[in-house]
């Protein structure tokens, strides 16, 4: 089976409780603990970023064994708090070095699932009438590594995309992000980064041909979601 759920903001080392945001954080590491047990160990699950608050791959590295002891492959993908980033290879040699065998990295390519193609990027903030020229710069770029892990699915019919930002928020879209998932044929968009009172401005159900859902963690009781 595929899944899929965002923002696990995990802090086994940077002391950074979640509850300070709410009381639907209150014990988030059990609850998706339990969450993950529908989860078999044959299964993907593809995780939107915000993984960890810890600001070093060091500091991250219980969080990184909690998420390599979730049953399945994990595929991550790089979130606006994931100050541990700094490139894909030195992320997967930190991996490898620490025997975390069951996470991959979603970034500038894309990996495969039965039928389908997952592909997806962070993404950015939705863009108002008139970005500043640095959104502008961060969108382009973002949209640009979108493209790339759609070409890398070549004629695969089936793509399902993942990003971190919302391509819908309120009154805002982003539009060169939705035209690049457009002229790919995508028919499915999964997203996460809103939480408390966001939520209530995320876009859920189906916009020219594409059906969005909102992931983050605390959005969907820290229980995967699945796909198919």
């Known amino acids: 089976m595929l899944w899929t759920i965002g923002d696990l903001h995990l802090s086994f080392e940077s002391n950074k409780p979640m509850d300070v945001f709410g009381k639907d954080w209150a014990g988030h590491v059990d609850r998706l603990r339990e969450g993950f047990r529908r989860v078999g160990p044959e299964d993907t699950t593809v995780i939107c970023g915000d993984l960890t608050w810890g600001m070093g791959m060091e500091e991250c590295l219980e969080d990184f064994r909690f998420i390599d002891a979730l049953p399945g492959r994990k595929i991550i993908l790089k979130g606006n708090h994931d100050y541990w980033w700094s490139t894909a290879a030195k992320a997967k040699a930190f991996f490898q070095e620490n025997g975390i065998g069951s996470i991959d990295i979603l970034y500038n390519n894309c990996f495969f699932y039965e039928n389908a193609a997952l592909c997806g990027t962070k993404g950015w903030m939705c863009p108002n009438e008139n970005p500043a020229p640095h959104d502008k710069k961060l969108m382009d770029r973002e ?20 990003l971190h930002y919302p391509p819908i928020f309120g009154k805002l879209y982003a539009k060169g992000m939705v035209e690049v998932m457009e002229r790919y044929g995508v028919r499915e968009c999964f997203y996460g980064h809103l939480h408390g009172a966001g939520r209530a401005l995320a876009f859920e159900g189906e916009d020219r041909g594409i059906r969005y859902r909102l992931i983050s963690a605390d959005h969907v009781g820290f229980c995967p979601v699945k796909i198919m």
């Open 143 to 162: 949209i640009g590594r979108l493209e790339a892990s759609l070409k890398s699915a070549g004629d695969r019919e089936r793509k399902i995309v993942f």
